[in-house]
Structure formats: structure tokens, C-alpha cells
T-cell receptor
Framework: GQQVMQIPQYQHVQEGEDFTTYCNSS?????IQWYKQRPGGHPVFLIQLVKSGEVKKQKRLTFQFGEAKKNSSLHITATQTTDVGTYFC???????????FGKGTHLIIQP | DAGITQSPRHKVTETGTPVTLRCHQT?????MYWYRQDPGHGLRLIHY???????DKGEVSDGYSVSRSKTEDFLLTLESATSSQTSVYFCAISEGGLAGSYNEQFFGPGTRLTVL
């Protein structure tokens, strides 16, 4: 079945440094979504990417979908303490119901 | 936040007892999902529903059953709980399920289940 790998598992950064998490699928995806989960909270939808090579920005967050639609990345510029949490990618194959989630990247920020 | 509630929010039970978790939505979304979240495993799909009385298995369905008799309610049952089912359980909803059909998922607050 479809597998979605996400790296790194943990990332420690100093506040103000940049952060990137990467997602790779074993199969070609129809779309990929990103979610954020704060400590003790529930996952919250951030964005969906659909087109090959697509790039979307949300303030300090930049999301990319690879040309082959098998990989994606989330980049945060100048991290802030409010960015703490776990970031999940979730991929979907065409014709399939639902998403396959990566295991997430835990972002830890040191002030 | 989308109108999703889960009950109970916390439960401690003993091995071998039946447990039912409830997910209730007020969004009238067609799709509902049950996930479990464990350290090192991320979110794993247990079962999902694409309509009333329409359900299907996910990645880790063994030991779990579900029912959906109304659009707004999706029940997850552990027929005979085991310690390996100690986890945090999340319910999620989406308008659509297939790619490109408003398929972003909205999650409930979660239920922390401990099986002793």
C-alpha cells in the first residue's frame, strides 16, 4: 500500500532560525495536505497542494509540491515560539478515499 | 473549529471490557474517520465512513468495529479492549473523500484511552 515518509522526526532550532520538513511518497499523489498539531491538541489543516510544482505561501510558511507529485516540503522562515508543534503531511492517491499521513516532524524551539 | 465533539474525552478501562467511543458532528459532512495516534507512529486510520451505514476498513482495523446510523454520529467500538489499544483516538470529518473534492479533514479534540 501507499507509504508516506517524513523527515526529520525531530528538529531543534533556535528561535529565529529556519525550519524545513520533507515528505516523500512511494506512489504518485493526486494531492498532498499539511497539518499542524500543537502539544496536547488536535491536528489542524494548513493547506492543500494539487498541481505539479505548486508553491504556496502563508506568511512565513512556504509549501512546495514536487514536479513528479511524489514529494513535498514545508519551510518556515524565522521560527517563532508559536510554531512549536508537530507538522504532518498527508498524501492521497487518485481514486482513493482518504489520506495517508506521514509520522510527523516535531519542531522544538529554544528561545 | 468545526463542530466536532468526542466522548468521553478520557477513559480508563480494564483488559477484556467493551468500550465505545462516540464522535458527533454538526457540519453535515459526508465522510467521518477514526484514527489512533501513538508515539512514533503518527496518525493511523482505523475505519472510515462515506455515508450512513457505509463504512470501510483502514490500516489498523483489527480489534475495532464501527457504526454510523445517522449522518452526525460515528461510533468506534473495541469489543474486548487490550493494552495495545491504549492510545489517543481522533475522529475527523470531511465534506468529500476523493481527491479534489473538499477533502481536507477537520479533527475532533481526541479521546485518551487507557487499557489496564
Amino acid at each position: 500500500g501507499q507509504q508516506v515518509m517524513q523527515i526529520p522526526q525531530y528538529q531543534h532550532v533556535q528561535e529565529g532560525e529556519d525550519f524545513t520538513t520533507y515528505c516523500n511518497s512511494s506512489t504518485t499523489l493526486s494531492n498532498i495536505q499539511w497539518y499542524k498539531q500543537r502539544p496536547g491538541g488536535h491536528p489542524v489543516f494548513l493547506i492543500q497542494l494539487v498541481k505539479s510544482g505548486e508553491v504556496k505561501k502563508q506568511k512565513r510558511l512556504t509549501f512546495q509540491f514536487g514536479e513528479a507529485k511524489k514529494n513535498s516540503s514545508l519551510h518556515i522562515t524565522a521560527t517563532q515560539t508559536t510554531d512549536v508543534g508537530t507538522y504532518f503531511c498527508a498524501g492521497q492517491e487518485g481514486g482513493a478515499d482518504g489520506l495517508t499521513f506521514g509520522k510527523g516532524t516535531h519542531l522544538i524551539i529554544q528561545p | 473549529d468545526a463542530g466536532i465533539t468526542q466522548s468521553p474525552r478520557h477513559k480508563v478501562t480494564e483488559t477484556g471490557t467493551p468500550v465505545t467511543l462516540r464522535c458527533h458532528q454538526t457540519e453535515n459532512h459526508r465522510y467521518m474517520y477514526w484514527y489512533r495516534q501513538d508515539p512514533g507512529h503518527g496518525l493511523r486510520l482505523i475505519h472510515y465512513s462515506y455515508g450512513v451505514k457505509d463504512t470501510d476498513k483502514g490500516e489498523v482495523s483489527d480489534g475495532y468495529s464501527v457504526s454510523r446510523s445517522k449522518t452526525e454520529d460515528f461510533l468506534l467500538t473495541l469489543e474486548s479492549a487490550t493494552s495495545s489499544q491504549t492510545s489517543v483516538y481522533f475522529c475527523a470529518i470531511s465534506e468529500g473523500g476523493l481527491a479534489g473534492s473538499y477533502n481536507e479533514q477537520f479533527f475532533g479534540p481526541g479521546t485518551r484511552l487507557t487499557v489496564l
